[in-house]
């Protein structure tokens, strides 16, 4: 079973729903560590209450990959194959990167490459464009831009504000991330140059979240 680990700075409302996914037997994998850098995360809360190992490392003041050195160690010990980064807000050293190749993820609030960076939703907004929505990409040196896993659309209304489209964002990452980790899980899938090309049968189990 593939061990997740998990990093986040906030809400944690990502990491829940994967967690929700894993416990009804939707999402093959398991939770093995929670890490956050902040250690009034509510997401850390949450993964106590639930029963899941966590670590704080906290990383102000500290150098990124002094940092980050100390997150693999956790990682490490905690075993784990996969990192998932669930609002995760620093960016990660490439020294970081080059210890989990191609088996890092992150889920950003646009449809990228448009929107990258922080406010992600306001951004769209502002913009005026009328389609935006989320996406999972594995990730590499640059700021939410490695290969794209799997992106959702979502419409923007006339009566949005940032926080209904966030809300509406929300819901489909909610979807997209547990797809995102069942795809990368079950491996059936190449990269080539940017893309990742899907085999048949994955492309009919992402339907089940
Ligand atoms: C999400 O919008 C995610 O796309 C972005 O940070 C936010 C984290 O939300 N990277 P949560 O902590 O998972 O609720």
Not at 54 to 65: F, I, M, N
Request: aromatic letters at 6%; one cysteine or more.
């Amino acid at each position: 079973m593939t061990r997740l680990g998990v990093i986040l700075s906030g809400r944690g409302s990502n990491f829940l729903a994967i967690a929700d996914n894993i416990a009804s037997g939707k999402l093959k994998a398991e939770i093995a560590i929670v890490i956050s850098n902040c250690g009034d995360a509510p997401g850390v809360a949450t993964a106590k209450l639930r029963g899941f190992k966590t670590a704080v490392l906290p990383s102000k003041g500290r150098k990124r990959e002094e940092h980050d050195r100390a997150m693999l160690a956790a990682l490490r010990e905690a075993d784990v194959d996969l990192v998932i980064l669930a609002g995760y807000m620093r960016l990660l050293s490439p020294w970081f990167i080059q210890q989990f190749p191609g088996k890092i993820l992150n889920i950003h609030p646009s449809l990228l490459p448009a929107f990258p960076g922080l406010e992600a939703q306001k951004q769209a907004l502002e913009y005026g464009v009328q389609v935006t929505g989320c996406t999972v990409h594995i990730v590499d040196e640059h700021l939410d831009h490695g290969p794209i896993l799997l992106q959702k659309a979502v419409p923007v209304l006339p009566t949005d504000d940032e926080h209904t489209l966030a809300d509406r964002i929300l819901a489909q990452e909610h979807r997209a991330y547990s797809e995102a980790i069942a795809l990368v899980t079950e491996g059936n899938y190449r990269i080539v140059g940017r893309r990742v090309l899907l085999d048949q049968g994955n492309a009919q189990e992402k339907s089940s979240f």
